[in-house]
Every structure is written in structure tokens, then in C-alpha cells.
């Protein structure tokens, strides 16, 4: 890939014209999410911001600008390869991007604004990924800077992409699961945030709807670990458990509601893994409702969504009735009492009940 002429006599245009090639090419290993292209990516990187760091951007906001591009996909690369060396770099990489940003007349373009932001939100991730108490600190710190700027650029009534601010939240609220102590009541009110950030859009947008979706499984996480981290709150235990079913059941119709669409089925493991959350709950807490969170989900009789492409969760809905059935008969006198057999005696017909209608459904869709 050689300059057009002598790369001392080549012009600032010429020399960048050649960074472009090698950025686009690693770009497109970069989107190719194939891990043994990431070192050739790196490479055409590193080719860029060879010739970049030469161009005169300290006179040019232009060249500095396709500078930060440089650093920025650096550290993403970097990132990826996820070696503790490799994080390293990473963040010096996102450090010389947010350096170089912040160098910029920031009131004069929004995209100024938005790398920047974008820049902190990534230098989150690279500490995230090493995992230790010190990054993840230095990691929540730095999304703080992020929101900062997106606060200032509305503040500057600048435009922001609207996926912005949630995805950093939603971010913020997976790391305060994984801080130590872990902040699980914060985390379900950064998801609740969230969800009211992403919910107007989430049937109409990928974006949101992923967003979305996320946000549920985080908060279930966050209940999971409020409800299995003593003291727990009795007082507040069902209060999180009924939220936690229900952000279930609004994520299997949101997953439904995309079906049809080509890049709907990434949220197929999302969805999977959530659906399983919601049968271990109930299975764990309230094994009484089981069948009728199950009939919700997966019986179009009652008016469900999840149709012919939910064979993964038929056969997950049936052993979670299964065992909930178990789980009662073995739990029925002791939690309930001799005088409230007859109401275990009905939510096992129901169990039961559900079971043959799950099965008939899942045979229907199987001949189909």
C-alpha cells in the first residue's frame, strides 16, 4: 500500500488518502467479529496512525479528528484481544483518543461531543475487562465522565444520539454487579432508568430493543443476587420477585415481536437465558405461580406471542413444571399446613394442566 510519490514530498491529502485505505480495511476485519482476523486488524491500525500522527493536526481540527479515529479503533482491537498486556495498551489507546477530543472545539460539532463521550464509555470497558477491584473502580469513574459530557452537550442543546445515554447506563448498571461490595439496589434503579429511556422505542428500533432486553437481564441478576445475599429484605422479596417475573415476560414478547426480522434472532440466547431465570424464581420462591407464568409464555390460548419458533423454551417450560410439581408435593406441608392441602392439591391439577396443554402446543408446532 505505498504512498503516490515519496512519502517526504507527498502532500498531507496524499499521505491520509493511504491511512483511509488501511482504516477501511481494518474496519472491515473488525465487523467480520472473527477473532483470528483481530492482529491484522491491529496492524492496518497501527499502519494508519503511523502516517496520521505525522499529518499536521495540531494546526488542522480535520486531521486531529481522523487522529481520534485512529485511537479509538486501536483500543477497540485491543480490547478484544482482551491479553492483560493487550488492556493495557487498550486504555493508553483511549487515553491518547480522549486527549486529542478534548483538544478540539467541542462547541462546534456535536460528533466532537459524542467520541468523546464514546471514548470514556470504551476506556470503561477495557478496565471492566480486568477485572479487578481498582479497574472496576477506575472503570465506574469513567463512565461518569462520559455521562458529564453527554450532560454538557444538551446542556449546549447540541444533538445526541439517543442510544448514547442509555448504553452507558445499562453499562453502569453491569458493573455495579461486579464491583465488590456489589450495589445491587443501585443497579436495579440505573435498569429501571434505563428501561424508561428504551421502552418508547424498543418495538420500533434494534437498538432500543436490544438495549432493552439487556437492561432485564441485569435487573433479574440484580434481584438473583439480592435474593441469595444475606440479610436479604423479606419485606421487599416478593415486591423484587414480581418486577423480576415481569421484566421476564416483557422480554419473551419483545424477543417475539422480533422474530420475523433477520437480526432478531441474536436475541434468541438472551431470551433463552432469561426465560430460564424466570422458571428457576418461581421455581425457587413461588412454584405456585409456575404454571401460570408458563401458560403466559407459551400457550397462544392465552394469547402468547412465542409461537412455532419456541421449541427451545417447550422443553425448558416442561421440566420447570416438572420440577415445580416435585418441589410442592415435597414443600406442601410444611409451607402451607394440613389445612391448606386443598390449595396445593389445585395448583398441582394446574401444574398438571399445563403440562398437557405446553406438550400439545409443542407437538402442534413440531407437525407444523
Known amino acids: 500500500m505505498p504512498f503516490p510519490s515519496d512519502p517526504q514530498e507527498a502532500s498531507p491529502d496524499d499521505r491520509n488518502a493511504v491511512a483511509k485505505v488501511w482504516m477501511k480495511r481494518g ?53 478484544r484481544l482482551g491479553k492483560p498486556a493487550e488492556l493495557i495498551a487498550a486504555i493508553r489507546s483511549f487515553d491518547e ?6 483538544k478540539l472545539p467541542l462547541e462546534e460539532d456535536s460528533q466532537y461531543r459524542g ?8 476506556r470503561s470497558l477495557a478496565l471492566r475487562s480486568q477485572a479487578t477491584p481498582a479497574s472496576l473502580h477506575a472503570a465506574l469513574l469513567s463512565l461518569d465522565h462520559a455521562k458529564t459530557v453527554i450532560e454538557e452537550s444538551v446542556t449546549a442543546k447540541l444533538p ?59 435487573f433479574c441478576r440484580a434481584v438473583a443476587m439480592l435474593l441469595e445475599t444475606p440479610p436479604v429484605d423479606t419485606s421487599r422479596a416478593d415486591d423484587w420477585i414480581i418486577q423480576a417475573t415481569d421484566k421476564v415476560d416483557e422480554a419473551m414478547h419483545l424477543t417475539a ?30 412454584p405456585h405461580f409456575m404454571a401460570e407464568f408458563l401458560l403466559d409464555v407459551l400457550d397462544p390460548a392465552q394469547g402468547s406471542p412465542l ?36 390449595r396445593l392439591l389445585e395448583v ?21
Open 257 to 286: 415481536r422480533w422474530e420475523n426480522h433477520a437480526a432478531g434472532t441474536t436475541f434468541h440466547a438472551l431470551r433463552h437465558e432469561l426465560f430460564r431465570y424466570g422458571c428457576n424464581l418461581l421455581l425457587a420462591y413461588q
Open 160 to 218: 445526541v444520539n439517543t442510544a448514547l445515554l442509555p448504553t452507558l447506563m445499562l453499562n453502569r448498571a453491569a458493573l455495579l454487579l461486579e464491583v465488590s461490595p456489589p450495589r445491587m439496589l443501585e443497579a436495579l434503579e440505573v435498569t429501571t432508568q434505563v428501561l424508561t429511556l428504551s421502552q418508547p422505542t424498543e418495538h420500533l428500533t434494534l437498538q432500543a430493543a436490544e438495549i432493552g432486553l439487556k437492561a432485564r437481564h441485569v
Open 97 to 102: 483518543a480522549i486527549f486529542h477530543l478534548q
Open 27 to 79: 474496519i472491515a476485519l473488525l465487523s467480520a467479529h472473527n477473532h483470528a482476523v483481530l492482529p491484522e486488524a491491529l496492524n492496518c491500525f497501527e499502519q494508519a496512525l503511523a502516517i496520521r500522527r505525522e499529518l499536521p493536526f495540531e494546526e488542522s481540527a480535520w486531521f486531529r479528528w481522523l487522529l481520534t479515529a485512529c485511537w479509538m479503533n486501536l483500543g477497540d482491537v485491543q480490547t
Open 307 to 342: 409461537l412455532a419458533k419456541a421449541d427451545d423454551l417447550y422443553q425448558v417450560g416442561l421440566e420447570a413444571l416438572d420440577l415445580a410439581a416435585i418441589e410442592l408435593r415435597r414443600r406442601g406441608p410444611l409451607d402451607l399446613g394440613l389445612q391448606k392441602m386443598d
Open 348 to 368: 398441582l391439577e394446574s401444574l398438571s394442566q399445563a403440562t398437557e396443554r405446553i406438550k400439545k402446543r409443542a407437538d402442534q408446532a413440531m407437525a407444523g
Open 115 to 122: 467520541r468523546l463521550a464514546l471514548a470514556w464509555m470504551k
